[in-house]
């Protein structure tokens, strides 16, 4: 392995007051100790730019066009084709909690950019990098519905008019309009469908259901579909479930203010009892995708429920430690852990065999194409469970790469009592109190990479790299624009928690900044997301903090006392049919760069910091988007490309950090915002 001899750290910074806080909206007046950085001293050792392919799914169209749950896509690739931080003077802003007992523990986005989380066991969409974490409408079962219920956050998503769809606790889904046609929020969000998915379920099977509902997803002719569980069903306890869906034209016309038949329009199909759902659904054109603890289902609707392929999978049962074990706590499921994730050819997730298998099944058939041991090299003492749903990343050009996590040790052994109700989602249920308390010296290590390739026989696996000395809970996320992989961990010497980041390609820690070393940084298993600004990447944490990682890659040459709010600056891949359609001539050669700067002089000097340039500069133009949303080209005099002394660049290599520095006017021609003394400038370069 090719080892990278630098890797970008930062210190840590602690609760009592050093962790930087981003500056307050435009208008505001900074206090100094929001003017202090993370950094002791600047850091432009920025990463180079290793982008692959977008990924390779199909676009839902009755889901929302964002990140819209909390795997990201309804194939569930725990993947995004958003920018991420890269190391550019990098540093941790924070968001404090201080309606919730926690930081948001799930983040989802509207085709707005809005941030969609949990609040107070309703749901809200929250400015999330506000000082405190702001609400801006919301929806309360207490406050608006009777109380009797919260919203099951885990598998809520957007549809593609920015509704919220959400199961409960009482096994109703609802559908909440959170925003108007010109999308300003809803102060209190209108609940435009209710069903008792339960109660239509057992009218529609005839039988009682002992299992509650789970998890709910459109497929691709906008039918929901439903699947009922928990996170452990027990075969030998013979609950009973279903999948099924209900009609896309019964949903419609509820959404219509219609009362349509359900008797006639909600699908199941019966399991055994004792088979159940431990996990999300994915969906693509071929159907919708569930993972029970015994089988795996593509089902179709098909004036009922079609099931295209069941394939039975193996599983030693419900995980915990052992006698002689180094952690204390076990696994979630009692069957695979991981949600199924999709490419348009292949479903893959983990059995929970000894050893655990990653298994690629044919789309068509549900044949097992491919399989093999993962995570299977770890010293004694440890055991595996992948509870988390994995990270599949398809290129488009025959390998389909899998990166699998080790969650072993995270989740409470007595979730094997038989009296235990694993429905009961708190964290002292949940989760193991050593794990809480001790950290990630109580998980078992292990993160792999694994690739199914594409052959003339068939398909076929094999290990790219495998990591046995990380312990991550956090649900990885890979940018397929910088060509990492993301992370949140504890380094076990120095107890301290801290953002990671990992090549792709090779699997070695690149960069690691430092957040705290209080046991209450754990982030609590739920994962991380990716803004929409392609400069944020939040986590949150067990204290009251929502932490947010990001790359100071703007700023203001000729006022350097002066900091730009990053929660006003955002770059975002320009594809080139998009280029080319907003009036850019040749190819695109940058990232799309956007900044609102408050409190400008009539001319002021803005500069993007940016380590994907490569060639000749005066090969380049620069664009400006105008308010008629074309790009038109901004003149030489007014542009420059230098490096960070000021100095001009003529020949640019690619990995090296330039500054595009640009002077625009307060109501010129490339000002966006029409508030005076606001300058709101967004540009490309084309080639």
Same mark, same amino acid.
């Given at each position: 392995?090719?080892?990278?001899?630098?890797?970008?750290?930062?210190?840590?910074?602690?609760?009592?007051?050093?962790?930087?806080?981003?500056?307050?909206?435009?208008?505001?007046?900074?206090?100094?100790?929001?003017?202090?950085?993370?950094?002791?001293?600047?850091?432009?050792?920025?990463?180079?730019?290793?982008?692959?392919?977008?990924?390779?799914?199909?676009?839902?169209?009755?889901?929302?066009?964002?990140?819209?749950?909390?795997?990201?896509?309804?194939?569930?690739?725990?993947?995004?084709?958003?920018?991420?931080?890269?190391?550019?003077?990098?540093?941790?802003?924070?968001?404090?909690?201080?309606?919730?007992?926690?930081?948001?523990?799930?983040?989802?986005?509207?085709?707005?950019?809005?941030?969609?989380?949990?609040?107070?066991?309703?749901?809200?969409?929250?400015?999330?990098?506000?000082?405190?974490?702001?609400?801006?409408?919301?929806?309360?079962?207490?406050?608006?519905?009777?109380?009797?219920?919260?919203?099951?956050?885990?598998?809520?998503?957007?549809?593609?008019?920015?509704?919220?769809?959400?199961?409960?606790?009482?096994?109703?889904?609802?559908?909440?309009?959170?925003?108007?046609?010109?999308?300003?929020?809803?102060?209190?969000?209108?609940?435009?469908?209710?069903?008792?998915?339960?109660?239509?379920?057992?009218?529609?099977?005839?039988?009682?259901?002992?299992?509650?509902?789970?998890?709910?997803?459109?497929?691709?002719?906008?039918?929901?579909?439903?699947?009922?569980?928990?996170?452990?069903?027990?075969?030998?306890?013979?609950?009973?479930?279903?999948?099924?869906?209900?009609?896309?034209?019964?949903?419609?016309?509820?959404?219509?203010?219609?009362?349509?038949?359900?008797?006639?329009?909600?699908?199941?199909?019966?399991?055994?009892?004792?088979?159940?759902?431990?996990?999300?659904?994915?969906?693509?054109?071929?159907?919708?995708?569930?993972?029970?603890?015994?089988?795996?289902?593509?089902?179709?609707?098909?004036?009922?429920?079609?099931?295209?392929?069941?394939?039975?999978?193996?599983?030693?049962?419900?995980?915990?430690?052992?006698?002689?074990?180094?952690?204390?706590?076990?696994?979630?499921?009692?069957?695979?852990?991981?949600?199924?994730?999709?490419?348009?050819?292949?479903?893959?997730?983990?059995?929970?065999?000894?050893?655990?298998?990653?298994?690629? !099944? #044919?789309?068509? =058939? @549900? /044949?097992? $194409?491919?399989? &093999?041991? %993962?995570?299977?090299?770890?010293?004694?003492?440890?055991?595996?469970?992948?509870?988390?749903?994995?990270?599949?990343?398809?290129?488009?050009?025959?390998?389909?790469?899998?990166?699998?996590?080790?969650?072993?040790?995270?989740?409470?052994?007595?979730?094997?009592?038989?009296?235990?109700?694993?429905?009961?989602?708190?964290?002292?249920?949940?989760?193991?109190?050593?794990?809480?308390?001790?950290?990630?010296?109580?998980?078992?290590?292990?993160?792999?990479?694994?690739?199914?390739?594409?052959?003339?026989?068939?398909?076929?696996?094999?290990?790219?790299?495998?990591?046995?000395?990380?312990?991550?809970?956090?649900?990885?996320?890979?940018?397929?624009?910088?060509?990492?992989?993301?992370?949140?961990?504890?380094?076990?010497?120095?107890?301290?928690?801290?953002?990671?980041? !990992? #090549?792709?390609? =090779? @699997? /070695?820690? $690149?960069?690691? &900044?430092? %957040?705290?070393?209080?046991?209450?940084?754990?982030?609590?298993?739920?994962?991380?997301?990716?803004?929409?600004?392609?400069?944020?990447?939040?986590?949150?944490?067990?204290?009251?903090?929502?932490?947010?990682?990001?790359?100071?890659?703007?700023?203001?040459?000729?006022?350097?006392?002066?900091?730009?709010?990053?929660?006003?600056?955002?770059?975002?891949?320009?594809?080139?049919?998009?280029?080319?359609?907003?009036?850019?001539?040749?190819?695109?050669?940058?990232?799309?760069?956007?900044?609102?700067?408050?409190?400008?002089?009539?001319?002021?000097?803005?500069?993007?910091?940016?380590?994907?340039?490569?060639?000749?500069?005066?090969?380049?133009?620069?664009?400006?988007?105008?308010?008629?949303?074309?790009?038109?080209?901004?003149?030489?005099?007014?542009?420059?490309?230098?490096?960070?002394?000021?100095?001009?660049?003529?020949?640019?290599?690619?990995? %090296?950090?330039?500054?595009?520095?640009?002077?625009?006017?307060?109501?010129?021609?490339?000002?966006?915002?029409?508030?005076?003394?606001?300058?709101?400038?967004?540009?490309?370069?084309?080639?």
């Amino acid at each position: 392995m090719n080892k990278r001899k630098k890797i970008y750290s930062v210190f840590s910074f602690l609760l009592a007051g050093t962790l930087c806080l981003s500056m307050a909206a435009c208008g505001g007046t900074p206090t100094p100790a929001e003017d202090e950085t993370t950094s002791s001293a600047p850091l432009s050792g920025a990463l180079p730019v290793k982008a692959l392919h977008p990924k390779h799914v199909d676009e839902n169209p009755y889901m929302a066009k964002s990140d819209a749950n909390i795997h990201h896509d309804g194939y569930n690739t725990d993947s995004t084709d958003e920018i991420l931080p890269l190391g550019i003077y990098p540093e941790i802003n924070v968001s404090f909690e201080t309606t919730n007992p926690n930081a948001s523990p799930a983040i989802y986005f509207d085709n707005y950019g809005h941030a969609v989380v949990p609040l107070l066991g309703g749901i809200a969409i929250r400015d999330l990098n506000a000082k405190e974490t702001k609400t801006l409408g919301y929806f309360s079962p207490m406050q608006h519905d009777g109380g009797g219920y919260v919203i099951q956050s885990s598998y809520t998503f957007l549809d593609s008019k920015n509704r919220i769809v959400c199961p409960t606790s009482n096994n109703h889904v609802l559908i909440l309009r959170a925003t108007e046609d010109d999308g300003s929020v809803i102060p209190e969000f209108e609940k435009v469908l209710d069903i008792d998915i339960k109660a239509a379920a057992e009218t529609a099977l005839g039988k009682e259901l002992t299992q509650n509902l789970l998890s709910v997803v459109f497929d691709y002719d906008g039918n929901l579909w439903f699947a009922t569980g928990g996170f452990r069903i027990y075969p030998e306890r013979q609950q009973q479930g279903v999948l099924g869906y209900i009609a896309h034209t019964a949903i419609e016309s509820i959404l219509n203010g219609e009362q349509p038949d359900l008797s006639k329009a909600v699908f199941v199909y019966e399991l055994t009892p004792g088979e159940g759902a431990e996990n999300g659904i994915a969906a693509s054109k071929d159907g919708a995708v569930i993972l029970t603890n015994q089988n795996c289902y593509l089902l179709r609707a098909e004036e009922g429920v079609n099931v295209v392929w069941r394939t039975p999978y193996e599983s030693v049962g419900a995980k915990v430690s052992r006698d002689g074990d180094k952690t204390t706590g076990g696994g979630l499921a009692w069957g695979g852990g991981c949600s199924p994730t999709l490419t348009p050819n292949l479903v893959l997730f983990t059995d929970n065999a000894d050893p655990v298998k990653l298994l690629a !099944l #044919d789309m068509k =058939t @549900g /044949e097992v $194409v491919a399989s &093999m041991p %993962v995570l299977d090299d770890l010293p004694d003492g440890y055991q595996v469970a992948v509870e988390n749903s994995a990270i599949v990343y398809d290129d488009g050009e025959g390998t389909v790469s899998t990166i699998v996590c080790n969650w072993f040790g995270a989740g409470n052994a007595g979730l094997a009592d038989p009296d235990n109700d694993s429905s009961i989602q708190s964290y002292a249920n949940i989760y193991d109190q050593n794990w809480l308390m001790k950290g990630n010296v109580m998980i078992a290590p292990g993160v792999e990479r694994v690739d199914t390739l594409k052959t003339s026989d068939g398909y076929e696996m094999k290990s790219i790299w495998s990591r046995n000395d990380l312990r991550d809970t956090a649900i990885m996320k890979l940018s397929t624009a910088t060509g990492y992989i993301y992370g949140y961990v504890q380094d076990l010497d120095t107890g301290m928690w801290q953002y990671i980041i !990992l #090549d792709f390609a =090779t @699997g /070695e820690t $690149v960069f690691t &900044m430092d %957040v705290s070393n209080k046991y209450g940084y754990n982030n609590m298993a739920i994962g991380m997301y990716t803004g929409s600004n392609g400069n944020t990447l939040y986590c949150p944490t067990g204290y009251l903090e929502l932490l947010r990682l990001q790359d100071r890659f703007v700023y203001l040459p000729e006022l350097p006392y002066r900091e730009v709010d990053l929660d006003q600056v955002a770059r975002n891949v320009l594809s080139q049919d998009q280029f080319e359609q907003d009036g850019g001539e040749g190819t695109v050669a940058s990232w799309h760069n956007t900044a609102t700067i408050c409190n400008v002089h009539p001319n002021t000097m803005v500069a993007f910091r940016m380590n994907n340039l490569s060639g000749n500069a005066s090969d380049l133009t620069l664009y400006a988007y105008g308010a008629d949303g074309k790009l038109e080209k901004v003149d030489s005099e007014l542009w420059s490309l230098t490096d960070e002394t000021g100095a001009n660049v003529t020949e640019l290599t690619d990995g %090296v950090l330039y500054e595009l520095r640009v002077t625009v006017s307060d109501g010129g021609d490339f000002d966006l915002s029409e508030t005076e003394k606001e300058i709101k400038l967004s540009v490309v370069l084309g080639k």
